[in-house]
């Protein structure tokens, strides 16, 4: 493996990308209050589901970053109308330590999965 600097082209793909989020809370939040919570959180769900099955196809590195892009809208919108409604539903003392629950296994899947990649990766090396 061969580690190589981010050029400029990268990081501005990168900071393109980034910039979804900030697009997708804006157009949930919006979208939220002229449908409601329910049918825009089916619609962000919807573009995050199609919009992943196309990174099975092989397309140009401007349409993959287009790609990319979209998951990261419809993924912020449905990360911000999960916990609108969340607000609006559950008790205080009931969200508090799901969350906590919710946040702990996140951050320990992070954790197995980046040891996990690592260990497949140098696995890999060891046969070749």
Not at 24 to 30: D, V, W
Not at 81 to 87: E, G, K, T
Request: glycine share 8%; with cysteine; hydrophobic share 55%.
């Amino acid at each position: 493996h061969e580690c190589k600097k981010l050029s400029q082209d990268s990081i501005l793909k990168v900071a393109v990308v980034v910039s979804a989020t900030m697009v997708g809370l804006i157009a949930a939040h919006a979208m939220s209050h002229f449908t409601g919570r329910i049918p825009a959180l089916r619609v962000f769900a919807a573009i995050a589901f199609i919009s992943s099955l196309l990174l099975y196809k092989c397309f140009s590195a401007t349409i993959t970053i287009i790609i990319f892009y979209v998951i990261e809208f419809a993924s912020s919108g449905l990360n911000i109308l999960i916990w609108i409604i969340l607000l609006e539903n559950y008790p205080t003392h009931i969200r508090t330590t799901a969350s906590g629950f919710v946040n702990f296994w996140g951050k320990v899947g992070g954790v197995l999965g980046v040891v996990g990649v690592f260990a497949l990766f140098y696995e890999s090396l060891i046969y070749w």
